[in-house]
């Protein structure tokens, strides 16, 4: 039997993501159902180092869950990586007598759950809050979907004066080391071409590609770039193909942070709720069997993955999308 949890911690961290809020009042209505005294900590594991931590009630977390963002607020926290500073953050949390913990983020936020996990007594509950969907063990990320549907939505207007101008416009969009951004608002959009960081791009494909176009008078064209494509992103693309298209009418277009921000979509609000739900009921169990784990939710069930499997893990983009791609484009 595992020691009965009475009193949670709730924080989020690293990039913030649509739907947050959302997980966030889920964990504390939750909590507060079973009986359980509930805090905020702020910052992230900064504010468990800080002592940054705040009493939850019910209207604590009242008219959050349309708004984008992070109420808790978020930071990356160099010294929670030292054992001092962990140890330093876990006698914070036995001071308000916290017994279990609900990280909302990314691997990042996973691995330092992992490490905190091991080290002491508290079971912690990782919940995948990432706009990237870069983490194994879950159809979706929350976040994902808000911010694949903004940059769907800023393409579509995009693509309107590409057409009046017949241009060639080079979209970049957020995704350092995963491209699911760029895949779904590509195919979404009817991109000609979509660069990915998963797949080492061609730029002499691409080049004969958009000379084939242009010798049907196939004038506007649309490619979409994740900012940490192997070539270098949208500006070196962009740089290549005015050289060797002289008569292209190129233009960049960085969609950059505003990807991040806005009012979560329905999925994000269901998927946070059902996510932080979870977790709670989680930390519950009389066993602990799913202590120290990432819920996700595969094939519309709730998934429980070990935390140092989370962090190995990534999400694969499979050879069929890109497969979707060419066909699509052509």
């Not at 990534?314 to 497969?323: A, G, L, N, R, T």
Request: charge should be neutral; proline fraction near 2%.
């Amino acid at each position: 039997m595992s020691k009965k949890v009475t009193n949670i911690g709730v924080l989020t961290s690293g990039g913030d993501s649509p739907g947050m809020n959302a997980c966030i009042r889920a964990v504390v209505r939750t909590g507060l159902y079973h009986s359980l005294e509930m805090f905020g900590i702020m910052r992230g594991y900064q504010g468990m180092i800080d002592d940054d931590i705040v009493p939850m009630h019910s209207r604590s977390v009242a008219n959050i869950i349309q708004r984008g963002g992070t109420i808790l607020k978020t930071a990356r926290c160099k010294e929670f990586f030292e054992f001092s500073g962990r140890k330093k953050a876990y006698e914070n949390l036995k001071k308000h007598g916290i017994d279990g913990l609900v990280i909302i983020g990314g691997d990042g936020s996973f691995r330092g759950a992992q490490k905190f996990a091991n080290e002491f007594d508290i079971p912690c509950i990782g919940l995948p809050g990432t706009i990237d969907k870069d983490i194994a063990g879950t159809d979706f990320t929350i976040g994902f979907d808000t911010a694949v549907n903004t940059a769907v939505e800023c393409i579509d207007k995009i693509r309107d004066t590409a057409d009046a101008h017949d241009r060639l416009f080079i979209i970049e969009v957020m995704g350092r080391d995963a491209g699911y951004i760029a895949l779904h608002s590509g195919i979404a959009t009817g991109a000609e071409h979509i660069l990915i960081p998963e797949r080492k791009t061609d730029i002499e494909d691409v080049i004969s590609s958009l000379e084939e176009k242009e010798k049907r008078k196939k004038l506007v064209n649309m490619i979409v770039v994740a900012e940490g494509d192997d070539f270098g992103g949208a500006n070196e693309v962009a740089k290549v193909v005015k050289e060797r298209l002289a008569t292209a009418d190129v233009r960049v277009c960085i969609l950059g942070h505003i990807q991040r921000g806005g009012a979560p979509s329905c999925i994000d609000r269901l998927i946070a709720s059902r996510m932080g739900y979870a977790a709670v009921e989680a930390l519950l169990e009389p066993t602990g069997m799913h202590h120290n784990h990432m819920i996700g939710i595969l094939n519309n069930r709730i998934h429980y993955t070990p935390l140092d499997k989370a962090i190995k893990a990534k999400q694969k983009i499979s050879d069929e999308w890109m497969k979707i791609v060419k066909i699509l484009a052509s």
